[in-house]
């Protein structure tokens, strides 16, 4: 099972960018999906999440800005940020809490995957 984080760059202040997080692999079911974020000289900083029902939560330093969603048929999550500040320049990466099943032996694995991350940077 492999994630995937993709859709950084560089941008200025003002626009916008969507980040995505692809997941692969022999997965039975995904449960809940997280972005976190963390910036130069800084700790982690967990951005936003969403349930496989659709329920989400943000970080109040993105509330009305960015905004988390997900498509289960294609394991995928995405972050759509909006407004975006010098402040938000960082490496965004994810994970999601999956359940797989082994083909071979049909044993079931429940893990967190991460996600490499992926740039994004700010100008102002």
């Known amino acids: 099972v492999q994630l995937q984080a993709s859709g950084g760059g560089l941008v200025q202040a003002g626009d916008s960018l969507r980040l995505s997080c692809a997941a692969s692999?022999?997965?039975?079911?995904?449960?809940?999906m997280e972005w976190y974020r963390q910036a130069p000289g800084k700790g982690r900083e967990r951005v936003a999440s969403?349930?496989?029902?659709?329920?989400?939560n943000c970080a109040d330093s993105v509330k009305g800005r960015f905004t988390v969603s997900r498509d289960n048929a294609k394991y995928t999550m995405y972050l759509q940020m909006n407004s975006l500040k010098p402040e938000d320049t960082a490496v965004y990466s994810c994970?999601?809490?999956?359940?797989?099943?082994?083909?071979?032996?049909?044993?079931?694995?429940?893990?967190?995957?991460w996600g490499q991350g992926t740039l994004v940077t700010v100008s102002s």
């Open positions: 692999g022999s997965i039975s079911r995904i449960d809940e």
């Open positions: 969403i349930t496989s029902g659709g329920s989400t």
């Open positions: 994970n999601a809490n999956i359940i797989s099943i082994d083909k071979d032996t049909g044993t079931i694995h429940a893990l967190k995957a």
